[in-house]
């Protein structure tokens, strides 16, 4: 049993890496995938003096970036101008993540809870409802999802 355990508290650490991985853009400093994304597309903006504004992208140039905030169109220069990310929805290993803990830790509970009611072996039956609570917590944290995903398009150098 143990060597399961540790086979997948493995497996997870692998995923994650890889996961955060393949999060990161070598584009980082390049201004040309600004003006790249097509109009429309979801943005956050960061600026240098610390203000977060999300909206839908309209166009950028060398000098700038224009997009439609809660309908108001917004335009900020290049220069005061610290990250720009594209917003991709909920992340759903983040939700499963939290929905694993949440879960396993309701499924311990009720395991001793199983425990005191009847003759019952205290290591499957706790480990059992543990890891199914842990299942079922990760199913729903997966399908709600958690936080934003945004990906990093252009950060100041």
Known sequence: MRNKAYALTLALLLALAAHAAAQTRNARGDW???EALPAGE???????DG???????????????????DGNKVTLTRE?????QINRGKSRLKGA??????????????????ISRGDFVV?????????LGAGIGAGIGAALGMGNKNETVYEAP
């Open 32 to 34: 040309s995938a600004v």
């Open 42 to 48: 979801k943005i956050v903006v960061r600026t240098k």
């Open 80 to 84: 005061s101008i610290r990250l720009v």
């Open 97 to 114: 993540l939290l929905g694993a803990a949440v879960g396993g830790g309701a499924g311990t509970g009720a395991g001793f809870a199983v």
């Open 51 to 69: 203000d977060r504004l999300t909206g839908r992208f309209d166009s950028a140039n060398d000098t700038g970036i224009s997009f439609t905030r």
């Open 123 to 131: 290591g499957p039956t706790v480990a059992g409802t543990a890891f």
